[in-house]
């Protein structure tokens, strides 16, 4: 599967995806996920910033609103009509431009900061999406991004649970078997099945890379690995959404943090 049938399954995916996520019930982003990437990002304020694979541009108008000067870029352009919109309801200077990770249609330099959250795992070529965020990075400027975490997210998976109910393990299997744009149909399960009766599943395509796959790939890009992280919810995300307490006992999500060298740290 290339970029662009990945493109058109996400376009297919934005209005359900919009709708449920506004409405709250993508719970896992909201109580755990982006609070979390946003503790870890440094101070980004009159930065330049790129939000790579953006979608309906909930976490890019974050960005904004701590003070960087955000363009928000997504191959999906239903997805960019309610970024639109929403750049219209409330204007942050935010642009948005439609296009494709894999050839990003900035000059080289252009950025202080890219972030990409939760969509570098559902682009296909990996590599030269990475080489092109160098390139796109001015020098010193920042890679953060945020995957599902690749030692759980494998191709086999089940919730273990003890005599009460309660998640105590994950059963896995197929770690080191590459995905290249299997789909996979799901939806957020938290949603009512009043309002998920409206739309079909989401069709997912995954490409999946071990642990080692891609923090090589990131050095062999450039980059100098400085933040790594791994969410789990504390006491305040479990009052707020009981429902992600079994990010507590397997981790969900991994959060990277690269640097472009400098012109003065190359030797």
């Not at 930065?47 to 363009?71: F, Q």
């Not at 590599?127 to 191709?155: M, N, W």
């Not at 919810?233 to 991994?254: H, M, N, S, T």
Request: net charge negative.
């Amino acid at each position: 599967m290339d970029h662009l049938e990945t493109g058109r399954l996400w376009n297919e995916n934005a209005e359900a995806w919009t709708v449920m996520a506004r409405a709250g019930y993508d719970i896992y982003r909201d109580c755990l996920n982006t609070p979390a990437f946003m503790a870890m990002l440094p101070e980004i304020e009159g930065l330049r910033g790129l939000d790579l694979g953006c979608g309906e541009g909930h976490n890019t108008r974050l960005l904004a609103r701590r003070g960087a000067v955000m363009t928000g870029l997504d191959i999906a352009g239903r997805f960019l009509q309610y970024a639109h919109e929403a750049e219209l309801a409330e204007p942050l200077g935010v642009r948005y431009i439609q296009g494709s990770g894999l050839t990003l249609p900035f000059p080289a330099g252009a950025f202080d900061f890219i972030t990409a959250f939760m969509s570098l795992m559902d682009m296909p070529a990996t590599p030269r999406v990475f080489a092109e965020i160098y390139r796109a990075l001015k020098p010193g400027g920042f890679l953060q991004f945020s995957i599902t975490h690749p030692c759980s997210d494998t191709p086999i998976r089940r919730k273990v649970k003890d005599d009460r109910g309660q998640d105590v393990a994950l059963e896995l299997g197929g770690y080191f078997h590459r995905l290249e744009g299997q789909v996979e149909a799901w939806t957020f399960g938290s949603a009512p099945q009043e309002l998920r009766s409206r739309f079909d599943p989401f069709h997912v395509p995954r490409y999946t890379h071990t642990l080692s796959d891609w923090l090589n790939l990131l050095v062999e890009t450039g980059f100098v690995i400085e933040r790594v992280g791994e969410p789990r919810p504390d006491e305040a995300a479990l009052k707020r959404c009981p429902q992600v307490a079994d990010a507590g006992v397997w981790p969900y999500f991994l959060h990277v943090r690269v640097r472009k060298p400098d012109v003065g740290d190359c030797h």
